[in-house]
Structure formats: C-alpha cells, structure tokens
C-alpha cells in the first residue's frame, strides 16, 4: 500500500494543522470599483437603466455584504452615475456598517414599510425606467417589485451578473488556489487516517475539523465520504458505512476563503485493486486529462466536454449518460458560488476565456459496483489551462509528490 494511505493517527493528523500561513489578501476597494464599473458597462450593453443585486453570494461580489437570502430585502441598486444605493431594514444598520466594503448611499425600511417602494424612489430619483433583477433574487421579490414598479421594464441580469463573475481576476484566483491548497492538505491528513474499519462519519469529522483549522471560513461547506459500492453513486448514499481491505474510497469535499471555494475529490484503493478498478481508475484518469487538453481560449465548453467522453466512448462505455460511463457532465464553474456558470457540458456553447475557471471531474460508474471520481479544478490563460491542484498519479498514490 502506497505511504500516502494511512499511517497517521488521530493525535498526529491533529498535530499537523495549524492556521495556514500564505494568506491571500482580501479583495480591495479598487476590485470592488471595477466590478461596478464592468456592471455598468454591461448595463449599457443591454440598455438598463438599474441594476438591482439581492442578498446572496452577488451581493458580497458587489459590495463586501456577505448576508444570505431572508424574507426582509437586502439590496443594491445600481445606476449609470452615482453611489450604489443599499437598501437594508433599519434594525441592521449597524451590522450594515461592518458588512459594507463600499461608499454607498443607504436607505433604510421599518418593519411595517415597503422596501420594493424604496427601489422605486430610487429609480425615479436617477430617471431609470427599466430594471434589471438579479437571478438569484426570490420570486416573491420579482413579483412583488412587479406590482410597485408599475409601468417600468424588470428584465433578468443574468448576462450583467455573470458577464461581471465568470472572468476571476488575479486577487479572486489567489483566494482561490489558498482554498484548494487547504482542501487538498485537508485529503492528504484524511487519507493517512485510513484503515479498516473506520467509518465514514470519522473521516467526515475530522476534515471539517481540519478546514477549520487551516482557517476556513466555517468548515467544510460540504463533504462526501464513500467506501466500495457506495462509490458506484455520485453523491453518496445515506448512513455510516465502515471501511473493508480492497475497497475504493471516494472524497469529495471543500471550503470557502472569503467566499470563494474549493472542491477536490480524490478516489483511491484501500488495500490491493482489482484489474477492473484499475482500468476504470486509469480510464477516469484518461478522460481528466483529455478534458484539461482540450482546454484553450475560444474552445466552446460542451467541446471540452465531448473530449472527455470521447475517451471513455473509445473503451466501449457509455455513450452519452449511459452506464457503466459517464453519468454527468465534465465539469462546473467555481468560485463564489460552488457551482454557477459555465458549465462543461453539451449545449452549453460558452466561449472559455482567460479567467473562468471550471471543475474537470468525468465521473466514471459501474453500476452496483463503484464509481471512480477525480476532480480537479482548473482555470483558462492565455495558453490553455493551469490547475488548481495536481491531479492523482495512481490508484494507490492519490496525491502528486509534495
């Protein structure tokens, strides 16, 4: 069995996390100007007037206000000139004031106030006559906006929203490759806790254990751990399952750095492989790759993904969804969101361009048997691709030599 699986015991796997020391910076003042002023840009493009970003992982992109979706609206309206406008209910004002990175104009709601109306007066003040609404806002905000709007344009802002996210700049792609060096630091301690007989609810507390450790903002955001046949699922099945010699372990986890996450998984042997986890293993690892090759500014994303399953299609599996193969698509966006546009996937005819950044995981199923997962993630430059993380070597040795 290869030294990087089991070896290490509780106490030693804790004696190696400590909060981690190559920190990126955090995202600046300036990034937060440029981000608005290419929303503006976009806006113009589609002939809005407004721009209006619910709470959500937009909302942080936007202004440093990191609160998630409630029932009371949490906005920032958005306009050719002047100031954002954040409109908040007036018993968080002064969590507003440490959460906000950005000058902006507030405008506070009592209880028994209408904050749609605030939109409204906004909007006349600045003359926007149309709207563009975040596409992550709720329906109930949609409609109700609808109705004290009256006359004015609401349009989707998807094509602002994700024109502005899916390019990462240099400061989003540090916080980035600082949450997937953790992650992957966090695998290689989960795998040397390996042995027979531990569960996969020890190996799922002690890498959320160890995110936080390294300083993650609060954890693992999720985590699967699988042993032999429940691999064969690609998000796991339910309950505690406990570990057997010869049997595949399939990882998958990660974490969030001031909001932008990683998401690793690592499949490997616990014992001796079967030649037909082996070839499956090396045929995953194949179509991986053959993904990451076809990689290069200008390459639609569904053709990256037609590469991975070409290879997989050359073995005799699949074609298309079908099993044993290739059950999802090749890969998904990352950053503030774990996954959000582009997506690696037939139809999906995005150019890639210097600064997306995308998953590359063609998970390979054996119906009823196991399932072999290697996911990495990577993003475009100017040349191609460069990885986030250095995939997995060998079925026995999970990770590349540090």
Aim: aromatic share 6%; with cysteine; net charge negative.
């Amino acid at each position: 069995m290869s030294k990087q699986i089991g070896g290490l015991d509780v106490a030693q796997a804790h004696a190696a996390l400590s909060p981690w020391l190559n920190r990126a910076p955090p995202i600046d003042a300036g990034e937060y100007e440029r981000r608005r002023e290419h929303a503006r840009r976009l806006m113009r493009a589609q002939r809005v007037d407004a721009l209006l970003i619910t709470a959500g992982t937009s909302l942080r992109y936007f202004s440093g206000i990191s609160w998630g979706a409630s029932e009371r609206l949490v906005a920032m309206l958005l306009t050719a000139t002047g100031d954002p406008i954040v409109i908040c209910p007036a018993f968080e004002a002064g969590s507003l004031a440490h959460a906000l990175r950005i000058a902006a104009d507030v405008r506070l709601w009592d209880e028994h106030d209408d904050p749609q109306a605030l939109v409204l007066d906004a909007m006349n003040e600045r003359h926007a006559g149309s709207l563009a609404l975040d596409p992550a806002a709720p329906f109930g905000v949609f409609s109700r906006l609808r109705h004290t709007l009256g006359l004015k344009t609401i349009v989707d802002a998807s094509a602002i929203v994700d024109g502005c996210r899916k390019q990462k700049s240099a400061a989003e792609l540090a916080l980035m490759k600082q949450a997937t060096a953790m992650t992957l630091q966090v695998h290689r301690l989960a795998a040397g806790l390996i042995h027979e007989g531990i569960s996969n609810v020890e190996l799922s507390r002690f890498i959320d254990t160890a995110h936080r450790a390294l300083g993650a903002d609060n954890g693992s955001t999720f985590c699967i751990v699988q042993f032999g046949q429940a691999t064969a699922y690609p998000h796991g099945i339910p309950g505690e399952q406990r570990l057997s010699e010869n049997q595949l372990i399939l990882i998958d986890t990660g974490c969030t750095v001031q909001g932008y996450h990683s998401d690793i998984t690592r499949t490997y042997i616990y014992g001796q492989a079967s030649a037909e986890q082996a070839r499956i293993w090396e045929l995953e690892q194949a179509a991986q790759q053959a993904a990451f090759d076809a990689i290069r500014p200008g390459v639609s994303c569904e053709n990256v993904d037609t590469a991975a399953r070409k290879v997989v299609e050359r073995a005799g599996l699949g074609p298309d969804y079908r099993l044993p193969g290739i059950p999802h698509r090749t890969g998904h966006g990352c950053g503030m969101n774990i996954h959000e546009t582009p997506y690696l996937v037939r139809g999906d005819a995005t150019v890639l361009q210097p600064g997306m950044c995308c998953s590359n995981e063609p998970m390979i199923v054996v119906p009823d048997q196991f399932g072999v997962r290697l996911e990495d993630h990577f993003y475009v430059t100017e040349a191609g691709a460069a990885w986030f993380t250095p995939p997995s070597p060998a079925i026995d040795q999970p990770f590349a030599s540090a």
